[in-house]
């Protein structure tokens, strides 16, 4: 007996931010989102080749109410097919999706989302034919939930919509109790994943090397996975009108060299990244408060070979990607080809120090800095460090201390018997920690904490002595 299928399709207005936030946390918004478009086209092309197949119709229910217009431009779907998702929760809404699809004549209808593009066609037909035989159908994730569900009109269960904690992993196990709880049979599909993580996002790329249905995703994919010159790392609190000058002075001295800006904000709101300006290479990410955990967290979304972390309140030399780049050339990867790095390896860097004022005492402290720095070879922070994420890596990044998070990864370097060099281009760094502070202050406590920190003294310790508002935060 042929009856009407309907396939209804989930899918949020791709506006940068709002969608795929887990994935956002480990590549970014910008490429979450590309990505999410780009997979959100190939999925309803791929929908629209199966419901010809099937003769059934598409419903695309979209998120929020306002995003219509900017749906139908990146679906190119017919506005016919467009329907606001509407109030409510998750469940309110696919509820609703099924007796809209109902009320206009349907059948049978299959509820999709928007995160498993690659749903094979072989559990798409079980799907469908699984309403005609048994009324009800669902396809379970390895998270615990569910990436399809489907009923036939006279089988439509609303309760396992209502009142359920989503996105859980235990909304599959849920579901089921309610349909056992209601004596109603239901068929149980293959499993299948769902892409909310950068692990899926390796799966998704390892089975669909060959899948031409998916050319778009796949692209944005291999776009993601290409590595880059270099990787500014930014760790930022509060630096909303700071941010957008430092990203025109990147734009300023990159010329030529591929880069990409990594801003990553220790405000958990994420304070400093509606600054963010979408024409730049820029991506954004919130971590726990801390510098170490802020470029950690960073370098772990990084594409560049070489990593730079740099303070929003810090400018480069003009000629610093260059410098940079020319620097680590010749220098080989560490543990290349070798049992062990040998006590020859450059791996890194760092520039000497200017502070931005005309004030004596502090081109004094700034000319000390770099003298201390080229001696010791224990560069700070607001120095611009720059190594080989290689190097980085077999580190395993910068220690999880409060503090000295930057002397504390040059000693791990030394200890291995690797070297840094010093580039004699000075950075320039603002004064205002020394002029909010005063200047003697502020440089007796820095150089206290050092000379602690060498002697043992513990870096919660110390952070209670160079920020006690910090500290207690902690």
Partial sequence: ????????????????????????????????????????????????????????????????????????????????????????????????????????????????????????????????????ETGAVICPT???????VGFRCDRLLPAIFQNMIWSTETVFAETIARFQSANQPVAILPHWYDIDHATDLDRFWQINQQNS???????????????????????????GERIQKMLDHLVKIAGQIPYEVIVVDGD????????????RPVRGITAARGRGLQMNAGAAIA??????????????????????????????????HRRAPFSEDLVGGAFDLSIASSRWTLRTIARVASVRSRLTRLPYGDQAIFMRRSAFGALGGYPEIPIMEDVALMRSIRRR????????????????????EGVWRCTLRNWTILLAYFAGVSPWTLLAWYSPERSKAS
Wanted: charged share 25%; with cysteine; net charge neutral.
């Fill in 1 to 132: 007996m042929d009856t009407k299928l309907t396939i209804a399709l989930f899918v949020k207005a791709p506006e940068l931010g709002q969608v795929k936030s887990r994935l956002a946390k480990t590549i970014g918004a910008d490429f979450a989102t590309e990505f999410y478009r780009s997979m959100g086209r190939d999925w309803f092309d791929r929908l629209t080749v199966f419901a010809n197949r099937q003769q059934a119709d598409i419903c695309v229910f979209y998120a929020p109410d306002s995003g219509r217009s900017t749906v139908r431009d990146w679906l190119g779907c017919d506005d016919r097919q467009l329907v606001a998702q509407g109030d409510g929760d998750l469940g309110d809404r696919m509820a609703r999706a099924f007796t809209t699809c109902f009320g206009q004549g349907s059948d049978r209808v299959l509820l999709v989302g928007s995160d498993s593009p690659d749903l094979p066609d072989e559990i798409l037909t079980q799907a469908a034919e699984a309403l005609i």
């Fill in 142 to 148: 390895e998270d615990g939930g569910y990436c399809l």
């Fill in 213 to 239: 249905a998916l050319k778009r995703a796949m692209a944005t994919l291999a776009k993601i996975r290409q590595p880059i010159a270099l990787s500014v790392i930014m760790p930022v609190l509060n630096e």
């Fill in 268 to 279: 958990g709101a994420g304070s400093t990244l509606q600054y963010l300006p979408s024409d």
């Fill in 303 to 336: 594409r560049g070979e070489i990593l730079l972390f740099l303070h929003a309140d810090t400018q480069l030399p003009a000629t610093a990607f260059t410098q940079i780049k020319t620097t680590l050339k010749q220098a080989p990867t560490v543990g290349a």
């Fill in 417 to 436: 018997g690797w070297r840094i060099r010093i580039l004699p281009d000075r950075v320039l760094t603002s004064a205002r920690r020394w002029e909010r």
